[in-house]
């Protein structure tokens, strides 16, 4: 059945010329489909930069956007518009202007899992495997207001040991559930294991971390470690990736603090082979942007990509 699904989907983007951007928290059959699978930074510049007319995005519906945004001439393609994320939620437009009045002389930094309008009153993005450089980049005495993930933003403050840094109030509901005492207990019977944190964690998590980065330093940090087993604190889907590319090594996904069950991201799961068919066949639903909050967004996503 799942091959048929397969074999559907690769014969629709072959009839329709569509590429496949899949970011590594899909469903494994997903990441198949695939063209290029990524993590948020590589795949809006791959968006960007890839020579085709449509692009059907397997990810959460701030990703989609940050294709269009950088990419208006192509047809953005997206299964499920109700893939939202919690940190985009977390922090509308209007707060955020309203929190823009409270300090009219910070700069705003923002995580690219923003809405479009959110990014429009933002001066730089940034993802969590640039986000150290893009605040290393605005000078130290310009204080910052960082939204909306409090916990990549105590967690650069930490790093860079800043200051004048105002963080939003948001969090990632997947990542803020990895359990302290349930890594240090798996590290009891893995003591060998290098432990592997996205910076979307708590901080009490993060500090256990041998490395701490995107989806994609955290694969990078696994291929080129002498270790071989890993303990993975961040959402299970990049599992299948990490297997794929060292079948070698051993990953031990982290426990949750409500048992030990995984932390799987709902709206990344919400992608299935299903709604990718119905999505081609149908050529929609799509992402419309209004054009004047389009270029706003881009000029605070171009900002960041031109930092790394
Ligand atoms: P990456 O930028 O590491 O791919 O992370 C995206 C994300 O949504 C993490 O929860
Ligand atoms: Fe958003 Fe968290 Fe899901 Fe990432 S894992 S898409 S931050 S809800």
């Not at 799942?2 to 899909?26: N, P, T």
């Not at 007319?53 to 393609?77: C, D, N, Q, W, Y």
């Not at 000078?139 to 800043?162: A, C, H, M």
């Not at 996205?198 to 696994?222: K, M, N, Q």
Request: with cysteine; aromatic share 6%.
């Amino acid at each position: 059945m799942k091959d048929k699904k397969i074999a559907r989907i690769e014969q629709l983007k072959r009839e329709k010329g569509v590429v496949i951007l899949a970011h590594y928290y899909c469903r494994p059959e997903v990441q198949e489909v695939a063209d290029f699978l990524g993590d948020s930074l590589a795949l809006s510049v791959k968006a960007r930069d890839i020579d085709a007319k449509v692009i059907l995005f397997a990810g959460v519906h701030f990703m989609g956007e940050t294709a269009k945004v950088l990419s208006p001439e192509k047809k953005v393609l997206i299964p499920n518009p109700e893939a939202t994320c919690s940190l985009a939620e977390s922090c509308k437009a209007e707060a955020l202007a309203q929190m823009k009045a409270k300090y009219p002389n910070a700069l705003v930094v923002a995580y690219v899992n923003t809405t479009v309008g959110v990014k429009a009153l933002t001066d730089i993005c940034c993802t969590s495997s640039n986000a150290l450089q893009v605040v290393e980049s605005i000078p130290q005495d310009r204080e910052i207001l960082f939204v909306p993930d409090k916990n990549l933003g105590s967690y650069i403050q930490k790093v860079t040991g800043r200051q004048n840094m105002i963080l939003w109030d948001g969090a990632c509901h997947v990542h803020e559930k990895f359990s302290k005492e349930g890594i240090l207990e798996l590290k009891k019977s893995h003591p060998e294991a290098k432990v592997v944190v996205h910076p979307e964690c708590r901080g009490e998590v993060a500090e256990l971390a041998d490395y701490c980065g995107s989806t994609a330093g955290i694969l990078t940090y696994c291929g080129e470690s002498k270790c071989d087993t890993f303990i993975v604190v961040t959402e299970p889907g990049i599992l299948a990736e990490m297997e794929k590319r060292y079948p070698q090594k051993k990953f031990i996904p982290a426990p949750s603090i409500e048992g030990k069950s995984c932390n799987e991201c709902e709206y990344m799961k919400m992608i299935t082979l299903d709604s990718i068919i119905a999505c081609l066949e149908n050529e929609s639903p799509t992402i419309e942007l209004d054009e004047q909050i389009r270029q706003e967004a881009s000029r605070s996503i171009e900002a960041m990509v031109k930092v790394g």
